[in-house]
């Protein structure tokens, strides 16, 4: 008898096995081969059609979280295997639904098609059945899930929330959008006051461009549901407890948010246009760039303070610097949890998509040094940049495409469906307020005409702009809407429309009046009491500080904790510190930069010192931040210096320098009374921000009378380490210097380097101050200062070494590093001869203290200028352009040779150079070395 092969027993599927069995029985579906003979069996009792399952890279399975209920078990296994395709169904729509949502007002996009049943292993047949839904309740139809699903997901609202993997976030999300079918209904008076927005969005543009004829505006045109997103925004922030808003944004639709948000009277706004005063001799900007700041009432009498930010040409770079400013509010507001200020980003979607500062500021945005807990991401999605179309444009699916990263939701919303705006901005906010992470709207418009007012769309988009010749506007939209509803009257739209008129009318006769045009907002508020413009002729201020006051605090820098294990290799460097604060060895530049702030902080002065690595610092000599070396715990001397001290905060950076050095410019505009500093990794990798330093730190204050005080940290110096670890490009800052705009140093001493960080503060100027800071110095021998040089004197722009004038037949002008080694050469020559002369600032420059230091010399003395960058970088062409006239002789150079690249990849040549360069300067014979180039062609 043929022995009869048993079954193997099949459990009932349960909880804890249902996974399996779905793997299984998807398997089944795709391939009935590919399970074994009992599962096939089992599988075909259910009635399915196998081979329809979608492939392995269709929608992932995702199963709702909770247990579902057992039943008797073949009712049982069937209901679970149709709940599971249902599941799967609801699964594709929340991660996939927004593909097919209706976004675009224009409706030329292709949207996804339905999702077909049978992709999911389910029919027609299936829509009658009972099965549990979207919102966990288990009597829906199939027909009335998919509905349902179709409503919340795929209407005028879609929602990118595939990319989240946090699970708590998701449920919330997907409860809000499920619960309300993402609809926002608005009561009557709501829809009325939008209405009223759009109508002076419309008005405003249409009154410029009749008044202005050909004027460039950057129109809103076609985009109107900006406005109403703005007062929905408000109304909500403001509910959740926000006072502050900084809003920062391009040319897009920019005059209308001043006028119709911000309220900037419409008068200053036409007299801008009107252009016949002169505004500002120092140089002003174009009226699209101007920012404007108000205190908004709402209608329950809540003050809000809105300001709208100045910004650059140069797109998305006022990104870091409005989160960095909402940074500095929070810290100046002890807003620790920062849900009263809040920033809110208006970007375009070519911008967005395409400018790198995008990534680097969405990963900012949840570090601790960084974060201002969310920042509300607007795209004003036209769906074009300039002239250039998205598959053109970008990578992604999506503008937002960077935005992806994060775990944030990224609601993509028609711009005319204003209910759906709605939506998108309760959850916007709610989510910012709840979980302190950014959000983004991408606001689906177009745009009415060419990117300027002068332009021809046309040539480059003739479909689409076919399409939007025929297409009503917002007003006429909304406005018809609106009376079919029965929430205005149908002349109210005209009414409106004659009443914004006549304003507009009004401020237009006003501005001609206007003899003086405003120009940027004078420095007001906390500013009051800190100096633009020039420095004058002013005495360096007072930066000593007293023996005792630094003994204190030196002190406390070179104690850890009880209980804190200090690095074994560390305990000698607080050694070392403690006998500097004992005044019984030289200061060198980490314990001089580690008491400036020390003192500054100790008369409560906020510190925020930032870059890479800065916390022991590149070179390993700052060591601000001790690490227990059992448990890893931090440690920062500077905040534990005495009661009531201003805070200190050390920060180690991203591997970035534009996002953090606009961020850190940003704060600085918001705190006057704090250092504020930035630190390069080494100075040549500042030019990644270069738009920050040419955009921002030179020319804020010509163009938007704004002041800063940041000052920039750069390790500058040649030292064999090759082009890219040897300059911070000098001569790009003393180019861009003028108008005492900042100021620019190159030190050679701890104790300089205390008065100059110090007199940041004490000095009531607020400029920028740009250090060349050392490498091999930090460690130099002679490149120390003793204590007195921090408890006397101040600041010395010029340093003369002490020389018989009788003797001096040849000065050496030079400035930084290169000093000790001329310093070096002519003591050890014994070339009394020579004089040394440091600038130790560049600029301003102190023409007078050289001159000064010239005068007692004998007539017919040589004046060298000495430097080691190549001739065409460095200082020289600013000194021989801005000093050499000023002197009685003309001013040699001494220099590395003309070079397009910064330095030598070799060291010994480097080595060999700089000995060459020291010889020459002192006035030796030197023979040149000769200088070979690359081969343009390898030979083989
Ligand atoms: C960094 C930078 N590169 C180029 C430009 C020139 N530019 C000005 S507007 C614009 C198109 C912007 O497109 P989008 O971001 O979609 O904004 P839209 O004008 O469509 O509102 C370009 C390329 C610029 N201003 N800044
Ligand atoms: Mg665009």
Redesign the pocket.
């Known amino acids: 008898m043929a022995s009869q092969q048993r079954t193997p027993e099949i459990p009932a599927p349960s909880v804890p096995n249902l996974a399996f069995v779905e793997e299984l029985y998807y398997a089944w579906l795709a391939d009935p081969a590919a399970v074994p003979d009992p599962w096939r069996r089992y599988f075909e009792r259910i009635p399915a059609t196998p081979g329809t399952a979608p492939g392995p890279d269709a929608f992932p399975p995702r199963r709702p979280d909770g247990a579902r209920a057992e039943g008797p078990a073949g009712a049982a296994q069937a209901d679970a295997a149709f709940q599971a395709k249902v599941d799967r169904l609801v699964a594709a729509y929340r991660d996939y639904g927004h593909l097919r949502a209706d976004l675009d007002p224009l409706g030329l996009i292709r949207r996804a098609e339905r999702f077909s049943l049978s992709a999911f292993g389910l029919g027609e047949r299936d829509l009658d059945r009972r099965c549990a839904g979207d919102d966990g309740r288990p009597d829906h139809t199939l027909r009335e899930l998919v509905a349902r699903l179709e409503e919340t997901y795929c209407r005028t609202l879609g929602v990118e929330l595939a990319h989240i993997h946090d699970a708590d976030l998701r449920r919330w999300l997907e409860e809000r959008m499920e619960r309300t079918r993402n609809r926002c209904p608005l009561p009557a008076d709501a829809r009325r006051r939008l209405l009223e927005k759009i109508v002076e969005a419309e008005t405003l543009e249409q009154f410029l461009a009749t008044r202005f004829l050909g004027a460039k505006r950057?129109s809103v045109e076609g985009?109107e549901g900006l406005l109403p997103l703005f007062e929905l925004l408000l109304d909500r922030a403001v509910g959740h407890g926000v006072r502050n808003i900084v809003i920062g944004m391009?040319?897009?639709?920019r005059l209308n948010v001043l006028a119709n948000v911000v309220g900037k009277p419409l008068r200053d706004i036409f007299a801008e246009f009107r252009d016949t005063a002169i505004v500002n001799a120092g140089g002003g900007d174009v009226k699209y760039h101007l920012g404007y700041s108000t205190d908004r009432e709402t209608p329950d009498g809540v003050l809000v303070h809105l300001s709208l930010s100045f910004n650059p040409?140069?797109?998305?770079?006022i990104d870091p610097v409005v989160q960095g400013r909402v940074r500095g509010k929070q810290d100046r507001y002890h807003d620790g949890d920062r849900i009263r200020s809040v920033p809110v980003l208006v970007?375009?979607?070519?911008?967005?998509a395409?400018?790198g500062l995008v990534a680097e500021i969405l990963q900012m945005s949840e570090l601790e040094g960084y974060t201002v807990g969310g920042t509300i991401h607007v795209i004003?999605?036209?769906q074009?940049?300039?002239t250039?179309s998205p598959r053109d444009a970008r990578s992604t699916t999506y503008?937002t495409g960077p935005a992806r990263m994060l775990q944030i939701p990224i609601l993509h919303v028609n711009g005319e469906d204003l209910e759906s705006v709605a939506q998108a901005v309760l959850l916007a906010v709610d989510f910012r307020q709840r979980f302190h992470q950014d959000v983004v709207i991408d606001l689906w418009t177009y745009?009415r005409h060419g990117?300027n007012e002068g332009d021809e769309p046309s040539f480059t988009q003739p479909l689409m702009y076919r399409a939007i010749a025929r297409k009503p506007t917002l007003k006429q939209l909304y406005g018809e809407q609106l009376v079919r509803e029965g929430v205005v009257a149908s002349g109210d739209v005209d009414a409106m429309t004659a009443r914004y008129r006549a304003r507009l009318e009004q401020a237009f006769h006003e501005s001609a009046a206007l003899a003086v045009q405003p120009g940027p907002q004078a420095v007001g508020g906390v500013w009051k009491e800190y100096r633009g413009g020039a420095f004058g002729r002013e005495a360096e201020p007072p930066t000593a500080v007293a023996p005792e006051t630094l003994r204190r605090i030196g002190e406390t820098l070179v104690q850890a904790p009880q209980g804190f294990r200090v690095h074994p290799k560390l305990v000698k460097v607080l050694e070392a510190r403690a006998e500097m604060v004992r005044g019984e060895r030289p200061l060198d530049w980490a314990m001089g930069e580690a008491l400036a702030l020390g003192a500054l902080a100790w008369d409560g002065t906020r510190v925020r010192l930032v870059g890479q690595d800065t916390r022991r610092g590149t070179f390993s000599h700052r060591h601000a931040v001790l690490y227990d070396y059992e448990r890893g715990t931090p440690y920062a001397p500077l905040s534990h210096l005495r009661s009531g001290q201003g805070p200190v905060e050390i920060r180690d950076s991203p591997l970035s320098e534009a996002g953090p050095l606009g961020f850190e410019y940003g704060y600085s505009l918001e705190l006057p009374e704090a250092l504020t500093m930035w630190e390069a990794q080494f100075g040549d990798f500042v030019n990644a921000a270069q738009?920050i330093v040419d955009q921002f730190l030179a020319a804020g204050e010509a163009k938007w009378n704004r002041l800063s005080g940041l000052v920039l940290l750069l390790p500058h110096g040649m030292e064999g380490q090759g082009p890219e670890h040897s300059s911070a490009r000098l001569e790009r800052f003393l180019e861009l210097s003028v108008d005492d705009n900042w100021r620019v140093v190159n030190l050679t001493t701890p104790g300089q380097y205390f008065h100059a960080l110090r007199r940041q503060i004490v000095s009531p100027w607020r400029k920028p101050l740009v250090v060349m800071t050392p490498k091999s110095l930090l460690r130099h021998p002679k490149s120390v200062s003793p204590l007195d040089e921090l408890t006397q004197g101040r600041f010395r722009p010029v340093i003369v070494d002490p020389t018989d004038p009788e003797e001096t037949t040849r000065v050496v002008l030079c400035s930084g590093k290169l000093y000790f080694d001329l310093a070096a050469a002519r003591d050890a020559n014994g070339a009394r001869h020579v004089a040394l002369v440091r600038l130790e600032q560049l600029y301003p420059l102190a023409t007078d203290d050289v001159l000064a230091a010239l005068a007692p010399l004998r007539p017919g003395v040589e004046i060298v200028w000495a430097q080691e960058e190549p001739s065409n970088m460095g200082a020289w062409d600013y000194i021989d352009a801005r000093l050499a006239p000023r002197l009685p002789v003309p001013v040699q150079l001494v220099s590395r040779a003309p070079s397009a690249s910064p330095a030598s990849g070799s060291a010994t040549r480097h080595k060999l150079e700089q000995e060459q360069l020291v010889r020459e300067a002192l006035g030796e014979p030197v023979s040149r070395l000769a200088r070979v180039g690359p081969r343009a062609v390898q030979e083989r």
């Open positions: 950057f985009a391009a040319h897009r639709g040409s140069h797109l998305e770079w970007h375009g979607d070519a911008a967005f395409g400018q004003v999605n036209n074009l940049g300039f250039t503008a745009r990117h738009v």
